[in-house]
């Protein structure tokens, strides 16, 4: 039974019975249907009483539970003493979220005359603390919501004081000069706000002194600005707490956020969520939200109205809340800090991922401000330009195509099937070691080789640096679609990063750490719990082929596109640029830079950047420095 249903019947229809046990059974079916009419009431003073009559006092005690389901069972056969029946039933509630409630209430029946047996209807039919004019209502308590933390155990998304700031209709002065202000003091907070809705929520408001709310502000940006917007005419303040991360930026594309449930989310879980409840949006947060949630307390309590109208309750059943269970990730805060100054002021979207080489934890997952909605950085799908050539090279290490300083031609340009492949910036190095066609990015050296590469050289060596192999880290991503390298002008591209391949920076930061460890193993993000079907370790790579191409990797900062890392305090970087066309006869390219410094594997993707060593480079630059601090 899922609450009462309308009555189908009035007490015309009753049909007394000489048997207590076949009118107790029509009672709870009555109950059960919400047809009262086949059952005869009388009050406990022997008044008869209409089932509407009595539908309606039953409808009334119910009260918050109507949409709970109900099992209604007699015990046994009512048991007769003279005019008086009694039987034992018993009530099975299925409460909102699934919290079963039990327990057994009295059937009392009354035989007067030829009236055969009726129902003495009294609130304690329904529980036996209920009286005339009470309700049955739930209460609710939201269980704790648990943190999201990181790789040294400590919280990343955390119970963190904050500020609302609203203003109130009645208290302004002057609407038009005050969002000019509000406007300014939260651009100095690096806050961007669009106040036009809030002129329109203070047009609209009927009560004068509403509370209308503007932004929300983490408490140490609002102490910023404390002393210039208290000032300002027509604004207020309200002290809380909300689960945020440490700053407004930090992983918000892959941790998402922690807000008020939605319609939609309402809708999507009626019987876990209430208004109000804070809910993930977006991320690890959304994915793990029913974890991080807990489970809500309820009680049922009778309220009571006094004779002065106040209402007590009094609890008749409760179950306490289960706070929400912590997910732990690999982040650290620190490195996740200087990601997210490095990419800061890149105009362009862009994303860094960094990936410890020794244990393969992902460090820090950062989207520029442009695209910062956007888990671009994990799961965007972008071809990888010359950072490639890393792969490339390795598959044709592996198969003894190249050494370091064999040489191999890097004319102007190349022609494959009909299709001219040129460098960047026309380049021309004419014959020379293979060493410097990669510190140089020589695209027409790789259009050279592609032959001898082949597309299952392409394959082999992508797989073993874990490109298109399927990964489960606990989070969306994309580990790259590898070109089919099915036609030589296609292969062609492919040496160099262009054609049908596409790669996410996690994937690349991924390759890149399997190339400093000398083995792939997957990258790691959350541990607590820990993902299902992981993907297995690759082969130890040669040392024949890695330690080539690491000394190549290496020269393309000491002589080669990235020489502006030359100088990054620290261990020595080692590293490929890349600029990636992504679409055929257009100008824009992406750039690229994949690299490492001691423990630290890195990737960095500019989006219509150009070329990789001009905006890259420098996001590389400044993440590695600030580490190094």
């Given at each position: ?449 592609a032959p001898k590469l082949g597309a299952d050289g392409l394959r082999d060596a ?168």
């Open positions: 039974m899922a609450g009462l249903l309308l009555l189908t019947g009035g007490i015309a229809a009753c049909s007394a019975s000489d048997d207590p046990g076949d009118t107790l059974d029509a009672f709870l079916k009555g109950w059960r249907t919400g047809d009262l009419s086949k059952t005869g009431f009388v009050t406990p003073d022997g008044s008869k009483i209409s089932a509407n009559d009595v539908y309606t006092q039953l409808h009334g005690l119910i009260g918050d539970l109507e949409k709970s389901s109900l099992l209604l069972s007699a015990q046994a056969k009512p048991k007769e003493t003279g005019e008086i029946a009694s039987a034992a039933v018993k009530l099975d509630w299925t409460l909102p979220g699934g919290t079963p409630w039990s327990y057994e209430s009295t059937v009392r029946l009354t035989k007067r005359d030829t009236d055969g047996w009726r129902v003495i209807w009294e609130p304690a039919v329904v529980h036996s603390e209920l009286t005339a004019g009470d309700r049955l209502e739930l209460r609710r308590r939201t269980a704790d919501r648990a943190d999201v933390l990181g790789g040294d155990g400590k919280p990343i998304v955390t119970h963190r004081p904050v500020v609302t700031v609203g203003v109130t209709p009645a208290k302004i002065t002057d609407q038009a000069a005050l969002f000019k202000e509000l406007g300014k003091l939260f651009k100095s907070i690096d806050v961007d706000i669009d106040l036009k809705n809030v002129g329109e929520r203070v047009k609209d408001a009927t009560d004068e002194n509403a509370f209308i709310d503007v932004i929300t502000l983490r408490r140490p940006d609002y102490d910023k600005i404390r002393t210039r917007i208290r000032a300002l005419d027509g604004t207020v303040f309200a002290e809380g707490e909300r689960n945020l991360a440490p700053s407004r930026p930090f992983a918000r594309a892959l941790l998402g956020t922690v807000d008020a449930a939605t319609r939609e989310d309402l809708d999507a879980n009626p019987d876990g969520l209430r208004e109000n409840d804070q809910v993930g949006h977006g991320g690890l947060l959304q994915r793990y939200d029913a974890q991080l949630r807990g489970t809500p307390g309820q009680s049922v309590v009778i309220a009571r109205r006094t004779p002065d109208e106040q209402v007590e309750d009094s609890q008749l059943f409760g179950i306490e809340p289960i706070a929400g269970k912590p997910i732990t990730t690999t982040l650290d805060i620190r490195t996740q800090n200087a990601a997210e100054a490095a990419v800061a002021k890149e105009k362009q979207p862009s994303a860094l991922v960094a990936v410890r080489i020794s244990d393969s934890s992902i460090l820090a997952v950062a989207n520029g401000p442009a695209g910062a909605a956007v888990n671009t950085a994990m799961t965007g799908q972008v071809p990888p330009g010359s950072t490639f050539k890393m792969v490339s090279t390795l598959g044709l290490l592996d198969k003894k195509a190249v050494t370091l300083d064999g040489e191999v031609d890097c004319p102007k340009t190349k022609k494959v099937s009909g299709r001219s492949f040129k460098n960047s910036h026309d380049m021309v190095l004419g014959s020379v070691p293979f060493r410097t066609d990669f510190a140089k990015s020589c695209n027409t050296a790789f259009v050279n080789l992508s797989a073993k640096l874990g490109l298109g192999v399927k990964w489960d880290l606990g989070a969306d991503a994309f580990t790259g679609t590898i070109s089919p390298a099915d036609s030589p002008t296609e292969l062609a591209a492919a040496t160099f990063g262009q054609g049908a391949t596409a790669v996410s920076p996690l994937a690349m930061a991924g390759a890149t750490a399997a190339v400093a460890r000398g083995r792939f193993v997957q990258p790691r993000l959350v541990t607590d719990p820990a993902p299902t079907a992981p993907a297995a370790e690759g082969p130890k790579l040669a040392e024949s082929s890695v330690q080539p191409l690491r000394t190549m990797m290496r020269a393309v900062v000491t002589d080669g596109t990235g020489t502006a890392l030359a100088d990054v305090p620290g261990k020595p970087v080692s590293g490929k640029t890349g600029t990636a066309e992504f679409k055929d006869g257009e100008q824009e390219t992406h750039a690229w830079f994949v690299g490492w410094q001691g423990d630290i594997a890195v990737a960095v993707m500019v989006q219509k950047g150009g070329a990789g060593a001009e905006a890259a480079v420098p996001i590389a630059e400044r993440f590695l420095t600030a580490l190094n601090k």
